[in-house]
């Protein structure tokens, strides 16, 4: 069935009747290729509508689609729509929705693609985004971490203006890692911020600036790591996780897989979201770490029982997919792999399955994890 079908009158005349109805059939196929249920699709379609119509109304021109646009509709339009009903108002829905429209529309060459920032802050910021990606070899994640930072603070400095690394002063580092050290509720998560301006400032240096001064301002507050010991499972209740495993529900056999690797190899959750088909040597019992957090690759043994648990899954349970990817979403978009929150979920539904750890609540996933990885490193 069409999904348009679905749609009520008004927001299906809205649809057919702005500048976004030849891209209707386009946009349905590609949600449809992602497997997209048929009632997020209509759903998605309502919310392309909504747009439609507010765009009609503001005489707007489909060539001048892109992300401001849709935030303007967002931020603007909807604290105060007062579009007829029936109508969706649902921000998430909205937001999601109009990202695959404009992938949709920049697919058939009816948008441009999206300008990077050409400010002085922005080319900074690309310059030591490279230093960090090929010189120290950091992931994407801290990377854009590191960005977030930099970049407050060099806007607060500069503005749009040329940035002058020499104008920046101990006390301007000061003032700055003050406010910002109010967003952070521990020691640990303030130790972000301090490295992510050391390591600005040592790109600099590297550059030719004297910087010295300003590393010296921010210094790590104080963590003091053994104040409380971490608690982790005993041999007891390890025993009794793995006899946990093998419930019965949606992707159970995934998160089997994914609790063995945590328990016999001692994966960290990342490690384990960027497993890939091609990474496991079935015949000679091994598997490679390609995507460690030192940039190393590391073979592994595999353990009988993970090497089970894993061929169940990808025999039983998998989705059919293109993704190279050993653990892919069981919901649209299904071709992607999961991330490293998606690990820790099927960690936590397994100590669902464990009345003793729940009621004690005295272990988490991440003393688990640190606690097999001491025991494989033994």
């Known amino acids: 069935m069409n999904p348009t079908q679905k749609l009520d009158c008004r927001p299906t005349d809205w649809l057919l009747d702005s500048q976004l109805a030849p891209y209707v ?11 997209y249920a048929p009632h997020t699709i209509s759903t998605y379609l309502g919310c392309v509508a909504h747009f439609g119509r507010w765009m009609n109304q503001c005489q707007l021109d489909i060539h001048k689609i892109n992300e401001d646009l849709v935030q303007r509709f967002l931020d603007d339009h909807l604290p105060r729509c007062d579009c007829a009903r029936p109508v969706r108002r649902t921000h998430r829905d909205l937001r999601a929705a109009l990202g695959h429209l404009l992938v949709v529309l920049r697919a058939e060459a009816v948008i441009a693609e999206p300008i990077s920032g050409t400010t002085p802050v922005d080319e900074e910021l690309r ?26 603070l060099l806007l607060e400095k500069f503005g749009d203006r040329p940035v002058v690394v020499a104008a920046i002063t101990p006390d301007d580092v000061r003032c700055f890692f003050a406010s910002q050290n109010e967003l952070y509720s521990t020691p640990g998560s303030a130790g972000s911020l301090v490295s992510a301006l050391r390591g600005y400032f040592r790109f600099r240096t590297t550059c030719g600036d004297q910087m010295h001064a ?111 990817a050993v653990f892919v979403r069981c919901i649209a978009p ?37 606690q097999t990885r001491e025991y494989v490193a033994i």
């Open 25 to 35: 059939d386009t946009l349905t196929q590609y949600l449809s290729e992602r497997r």
């Open 334 to 370: 299904c071709d992607q792999p999961i991330g490293p929150d998606c690990v820790r979920k099927a960690i936590r539904q397994a100590y669902h399955y464990l009345p003793f750890l729940i009621m004690s609540c005295s272990v988490t996933p991440t003393s688990f994890v640190q």
């Open 214 to 324: 300003l590393i010296g301002v921010v210094s790590y507050p104080a963590n003091w790591q053994l104040a409380s010991l971490p608690k982790a499972l005993n041999s007891a209740e390890v025993k009794r996780l793995v006899d946990s495993l093998g419930w019965e529900g949606p992707s159970a056999r995934r998160a089997d897989a994914m609790v063995r690797c945590a328990l016999d190899l001692g994966l960290r959750c990342g490690e384990i979201a960027a497993l890939s088909l091609d990474d496991i040597d079935w015949r000679a019992g091994t598997i490679i770490l390609r995507k460690t957090k030192s940039r190393r690759e590391d073979i592994l043994p595999l353990p009988q029982t993970t090497g089970r648990a894993i061929a169940d899954y990808l025999k039983l349970e998998r989705p059919q997919t293109n993704s190279r």
């Open 127 to 152: 310059c030591f985004d490279a230093y960090m990606d090929h010189v120290r070899g950091l992931a994407a994640r801290t990377r854009t971490l590191y960005l977030r930072t930099v970049r407050r």
